[in-house]
């Protein structure tokens, strides 16, 4: 802490440490450097908070949300209105169709290839689907509300697609 202005601040610093030697090769002085990193620490930390809420939002949220990364869309984030759709299963670190194999032939990664690569955002009511709540189960016709929108990195690169539902059954 530092006080400064009546009031107490926390900054940040980064630290360089050199060591000077003379004709001897012997240390006779140490120069140090000190960079103050407090806007970008707490640039971080604001980041940080954010991302907390956004995932915080999602986890606590009544519609069935999950995340899909990279083209091959695995699941990286499923919030609990979405794992409770089907039970059992494991689903993170899957891919759609690894986790879910019944929905092959049912057109779901096609409209997730479809948004992660044209970036267009796909709402749609009603979607029909035959699938599982659990492994080894017989799939049953489900009917589900949903957007999917792409998830972009810092360069504006689509990176996975976000899923946003409801079962409307």
């Known amino acids: 802490m530092y006080k400064g202005n009546r009031k107490h601040q926390q900054f940040f610093w980064h630290f360089s440490y050199q060591a000077f030697t003379n004709d001897k090769d012997e240390t006779d002085g140490i120069l ?25 939002i999602y986890m606590n949220a009544p519609a069935a949300i999950s995340t899909f990364k990279g083209p091959e869309h695995i699941y990286e984030l499923v919030n609990p ?3 409770k759709l ?3 299963r ?13 929905l092959k032939g049912q057109g779901v990664d096609k409209i997730l290839d ?3 690569k ?6 749609s009511p009603e979607i029909p689907v035959m699938v599982s709540r659990a492994d080894n189960v017989e799939p049953e016709q489900r009917y589900f509300n949903t957007t999917m929108q792409p998830i972009f990195n810092e360069e504006n690169k689509i990176i996975g697609v976000v899923n946003f539902g409801y079962d409307v059954t």
Not at 39 to 55: D, G, P, S, T
Not at 90 to 102: F, H, I, M, R, T
Not at 118 to 123: C, F, N, Q, R, Y
Request: aromatic share 10%; net charge negative.
């Open 32 to 56: 140090i450097f000190a960079y103050d990193v407090t806007e970008q620490v707490n640039a971080r930390k604001q980041i940080e908070a954010n991302a907390l809420m956004v995932h915080n």
């Open 81 to 83: 209105a979405y794992q």
């Open 86 to 88: 089907f039970d059992q």
């Open 90 to 102: 494991d689903l993170v670190g899957k891919s759609l169709l690894g986790a879910l194999p019944e």
């Open 114 to 116: 479809n948004v992660y």
């Open 118 to 123: 044209t970036g267009e955002i796909l709402t």
